[in-house]
């Protein structure tokens, strides 16, 4: 499924951030529907405390130098296992990988549509997405 243009472009921003800090198994989930408060869920493990930091870091310098956007809200800054970033239609969440087998956020939004964001990831970020 591809993205939903009005935030295709800041969604893959957040993926090529959290890519370039080698973040794992980034996902995007739409759970406008069953949220209501959000419409896309971008879920990224890092593989240490550090990395998690990192990621979510990195995620909010590129979202803001690219889109002039800032979180809303930031959850979780020094604990390096669970940090969730707001930015009102979009939710990130960066987990270490116990957190997320832990919490299963992946399962519990699975009858939502999934995004996938490999082939848009393969491409250089320079790159557009079509359609």
């Not at 896309?40 to 889109?67: K, P």
């Not at 800032?70 to 970033?85: A, F, I, M, S, Y």
């Not at 969440?93 to 009858?111: C, G, I, M, N, T």
């Amino acid at each position: 499924m591809t993205l939903p243009a009005i935030v295709s472009d800041r969604v893959l921003t957040a993926a090529r951030a959290a890519q370039e800090k080698v973040g794992e198994n980034i996902v995007a989930f739409e759970v406008g529907e069953r949220l209501g408060l959000a419409d896309i869920f971008l879920i990224v493990s890092g593989g240490s405390e550090r990395q998690v930091e990192a990621i979510a870091e990195e995620i909010e310098e590129q979202l803001r130098l690219q889109h002039a956007d800032h979180p809303l809200r930031r959850e979780g800054k020094g604990n390096g296992h669970w940090v969730l970033l707001d930015y009102g239609d979009i939710v990130v969440h960066v987990q270490h990988p116990e957190d997320r087998a832990f919490y299963a956020l992946d399962r519990l939004w699975s009858d939502c549509p999934q995004f996938d964001l490999s082939e848009a990831l393969a491409q250089p970020s320079g790159a557009t997405q079509s359609n």
